[in-house]
């Protein structure tokens, strides 16, 4: 797993062993950020499930003038810590050892322009995120937050019941990205 482009370009990252996290494969967030790429600039990014701390590093590294990283698992916070030393990109990153609830209903004190969710495929913790960011007020009408899943069925039926509008979906073989705002008035 590398940085792909960006002042970080060609990095690359150490990752978790084990089986308790799931790397985002490389073909996978390159299309994510060739979609989001014109959102990137100045903006404030945040990676709610981080794991090895690949996505928001990759946004650090493409010019997102603030990004939050977030993880539960000490061993993910000491990769991220390793990540971060290694791309030089300490002055764009706030990291945080806690789980999700914590950080979006007590850390978050500005809106966010990009959020990345991609907690556990087996968790019901993409939608419990999405919900506690629209309460929580998070994002405006011009944020844009990105699930990563392999169950689409459940998360689109999900979303349709919250004040959400789906406005792109990308599949990468067992991975679905879907890309949502929400809704206006």
Excluded at 45 to 50: A, E, G, P, W
């Amino acid at each position: 797993m590398r940085i792909i482009s960006g002042t970080a370009r060609g990095t690359k990252l150490y990752t978790l062993e084990g089986k308790t996290t799931r790397p985002t494969l490389d073909r996978v967030k390159e299309s994510l950020f060739n979609i989001i790429q014109n959102e990137i600039i100045n903006s404030n990014f945040l990676d709610v499930f981080s794991g090895s701390g690949a996505i928001g590093l990759e946004a650090a590294s493409r010019g997102a003038k603030k990004v939050i990283l977030c993880d539960k698992s000490k061993e993910a916070i000491n990769i991220i810590n390793k990540n971060i030393e290694k791309t030089h990109l300490k002055e764009k990153v706030e990291l945080y050892n806690l789980d999700y609830e914590t950080l979006l209903k007590t850390k978050i004190k500005e809106k966010m322009d990009i959020i990345y969710i991609d907690p556990s495929y087996d968790s019901d913790f993409a939608i419990k995120s999405v919900e506690h960011i629209i309460n929580q007020k998070l994002i405006d009408e011009n944020s844009t937050i990105i699930i990563e899943t392999d169950n689409e069925g459940k998360i689109l039926e999900e979303l349709r019941k919250i004040e959400t509008e789906i406005i792109d979906k990308r599949r990468y073989g067992r991975a679905t990205l879907i890309f949502i705002k929400i809704r206006k008035g």
